[in-house]
């Protein structure tokens, strides 16, 4: 019912910024909340942001918190991570996921995008 298509993503510097989208296409995607997860090579995937159906409500994670900041144009069906002050832990495969819970385990998730590459260089 919902598609889910990343962009956004590529190679900076620590301490350079970028902004990861995520466009939606589908019947309800407007009435979903979106999560951003990351997983790097060897890792478990991580929570990273929660975006509520309206907009009006987040969550994020301690990790990312003051750095990283999630908003939604629905009217474009779009979701959007800006970036800032990257760090080289940061870099990992960043995917949004959209469902009906407010919750951030990547299992209650029902529709996935495939992902947009984030490295940043020391």
């Known amino acids: 019912q919902v598609q889910l298509v990343e962009s956004g993503g590529g190679l900076v510097q620590a301490g350079g910024s970028l902004r990861l989208s995520c466009a939606a296409s589908?019947?309800?995607?407007?009435?979903?909340?979106v999560a951003w997860f990351r997983q790097a090579p060897g890792k478990e995937r991580q929570f990273v942001v929660l975006i509520s159906a309206s907009g009006g409500n987040t969550y994020y994670a301690d990790s990312i918190k003051g750095r990283f900041t999630i908003s939604r144009d629905n009217a474009k069906n779009t979701v959007y991570l800006q970036m800032n002050s990257l760090k080289p832990e940061d870099t990992a495969v960043y995917y949004c996921?959209?469902?009906?819970?407010?919750?951030?385990?990547?299992?209650?998730?029902?529709?996935w995008g495939r992902g947009t590459q984030v490295t940043v260089s020391s």
């Open positions: 996921a959209a469902g009906r819970n407010w919750v951030p385990q990547s299992d209650t998730y029902d529709f």
């Open positions: 589908g019947r309800t995607s407007t009435y979903y909340n």
